[in-house]
């Protein structure tokens, strides 16, 4: 069984079952657009005291560059090498058109509401905030540069006031020039139109005002616009040394526009929408860009003359039509039986690439059995996290983890205390599950023949399936749930169900791996709420000490604050609030033509960049 893996979100903005997915397309679904401003600050507020994410944080909600899958068979749920990295050394020439396809269009492109990783690929080349991604992959790509900004801004106020000085004689593509009061005009629109970037906004002091009325939202206690030294100056609740990389997917728009959503809005990077319908979007060059105007790891190149991406196409022809030259770059995921078939004929076309994003299945700390340590520590020795790989189509979609913190991003040390023979202090690889160990903590908890129910979306029953099989070969009676996942990720949710367990994933596009160890604080916790993400209802005061010790170090030290969120991920992975799966793999098919290949780990693909001449 597959599931439509890539399709995912910028970062989880909110809770509503919009955010997870429509039936029939996976969980990769749909736009966070006409969500209500309070129930996207409802989640952002409750995070945003240690940063977030996309891109998601973007992630870098990926700080390395692409690891291939382990070389090892069956055990582990690998198939062999990676067919790619993150770059290719081609280099083409300026020109042409580069045609990308798509089952599903992207829906409103505007600037400040949208929230679809689809459509980040179209935006990166066209819109521009504060701070934005560089074209680059790997490592380099992980870290934001200056946008409108001319530099990352210096704190103040131990964190709380950060001040960016902007750039002169920018443009957008309508024409107009670009101000200082744009800034403050596209935070108030992101706001007024409930659109999904509001999720990175949370830290503003004004943050909760204005989303509950976006109609009173001035921003006086949160920006201050200084129009003739050309600054402005942010004020935050509380310090967060991340709040620059969140920055760079709030875009700015001329205050001209209008407050309601637009097809698309006018942009300031090297290209402009053309058109944006549900049979093509398309990019041409911004008459109003100049070379030079940006860093130049912001926009390096503009290579295609037009970038197209149509819609409507299944993802097989998708693949059959772009291996075969008739476009150059799919969107969505490859089935299974034919990802084999490139891989051995077209090999150098697959490009194979990690992606800050986790599945896992939560184990609710308040509800019995999972109260209960040592019943939680057994399901995780117990899980054959190979066969969770193999559920959604093997080790090129997707590499087996027992952590919180995805390999992809700042913040991961490798850590897996839950396999047989653990290497020292749990810094090795996961290798099989340990059953004799798994049963052994069973009895010792005391909850053995218990019974477990596993709330699962209808588009995992695979995966739920394995979940039962794992709980019932340990002695709990397991059954599945079946709901369709609007209403799975609902009952999840709201501690008032008392779930036990079930399948969920949480994905981030901006840098760090503190958005996940978030997730599992106490203030993402909301009882008898339907907002309230951390699944497990886990809680820990000292846990959450080190995440606001981690926030204030990345003021003035970003790799230290780093190297403290992997010490919260250990201390969250021996507690066991989740028996984690895998990580996603973010997987590529290009033509033969397109040269310059890049993916990075805030923007992924990056078309722009690309050459098909």
Wanted: charged share 20%.
């Amino acid at each position: 069984m597959s599931r439509n893996l890539k399709r995912r979100f910028l970062g989880r903005a909110t809770s509503d079952s919009e955010s997870r997915t429509s039936e029939g397309l996976g969980r990769r679904k749909r736009l966070m657009t006409g969500l209500s401003p309070m129930r996207l600050l409802t989640i952002a507020v409750c995070l945003a005291a240690p940063f977030f994410l996309a891109a998601c944080g973007g992630g870098s909600e990926s700080g390395t560059t692409a690891a291939s899958p382990t070389e090892t068979e069956a055990e582990t749920g690998t198939e062999g090498e990676s067919t790619t990295t993150s770059e290719s050394s081609e280099e083409g020439s300026p020109g042409g058109t580069l045609v990308m396809l798509s089952t599903e269009p992207i829906g409103a492109a505007d600037a400040s509401t949208v929230f679809l990783r689809q459509a980040y690929v179209l935006e990166r080349p066209t819109y521009v905030g504060l701070t934005a991604d560089p074209a680059k992959g790997g490592k380099e790509g992980a870290q934001v540069v200056p946008g409108v900004a001319t530099e990352m801004p210096k704190p103040s106020d131990g964190g709380k006031t950060w001040t960016f000085q902007l750039r002169k004689g920018l443009k957008f593509s309508n024409g107009e020039e670009f101000k200082p009061k744009d800034v403050a005009f596209s935070i108030k629109r992101i706001f007024a139109l409930g659109g999904g970037p509001g999720y990175y906004l949370g830290d503003l002091v004004d943050a909760e005002a204005c989303a509950e009325d976006p109609k009173t939202c001035d921003l006086s206690k949160s920006v201050e616009v200084d129009e003739k030294n050309w600054t402005v100056t942010f004020h935050l609740k509380a310090p967060n040394g991340f709040f620059p990389e969140k920055l760079s997917l709030i875009y700015m728009v001329p205050s001209s526009t209008p407050m309601k959503i637009q097809s698309f809005t006018p942009a300031l990077g090297p290209y402009m929408w053309k058109t944006n319908n549900n049979q093509e979007s398309v990019l041409v060059r911004n008459p109003e860009y100049k070379e030079g105007t940006f860093e130049p790891d912001l926009f390096p190149v503009a290579n295609p003359n037009e970038i197209v991406q149509k819609y409507g196409v299944t993802p097989q022809q998708e693949a059959t039509e772009v291996i075969n030259g008739q476009a150059d770059y799919m969107w969505d995921e490859v089935p299974p039986d034919q990802l084999n078939e490139l891989v051995e004929k077209s090999p150098s076309q697959v490009k194979v690439n990690p992606s800050p994003f986790v599945d896992y299945a939560f184990l609710n700390t308040k509800v019995p059995p999972f109260n209960n340590l040592k019943a939680r520590e057994a399901i995780n020795f117990a899980a054959n996290r190979a066969a969770y790989v193999n559920a959604v189509g093997g080790s090129r979609v997707a590499s087996v983890s027992c952590q919180v913190v995805p390999a992809s991003v700042n913040g991961y040390e490798q850590f897996c205390p839950w396999t047989a023979n653990p290497a020292p202090n749990g810094e090795g690889e996961w290798s099989a599950p340990d059953l004799t160990k798994a049963k052994q903590l069973v009895k010792e908890s005391g909850t053995e023949g218990e019974s477990v129910q596993a709330v699962v979306p209808n588009n995992e029953k695979a995966l739920g399936e394995q979940l039962v099989d794992d709980l019932n070969s340990i002695g709990y009676k397991a059954e599945l749930k079946l709901l369709t996942p609007q209403a799975a990720y609902g009952f999840q949710q709201n501690s008032a169900n008392e779930p036990q367990t079930g399948i969920s994933f949480w994905q981030s596009s901006v840098s760090g791996g503190l958005v996940f160890v978030n997730l599992l604080s106490c203030n993402s916790f909301h009882p008898n709420s339907d907002a309230s993400p951390n699944l497990a209802e886990y809680c820990n005061k000292e846990v959450d000490a080190k995440i606001a010790s981690a926030e204030r170090t990345a003021v003035t030290n970003l790799d230290k604050a780093y190297e403290e969120v992997a010490e919260v991920d250990k201390m969250l992975t021996t507690q066991a609030p989740w028996l984690t799966l895998y990580n996603v793999n973010d997987v590529d098919i290009v033509s033969a033509r397109v040269k310059n290949y890049v993916y990075s780990p805030l923007s992924q693909f990056l078309p722009d960049v690309a050459s098909v001449e």
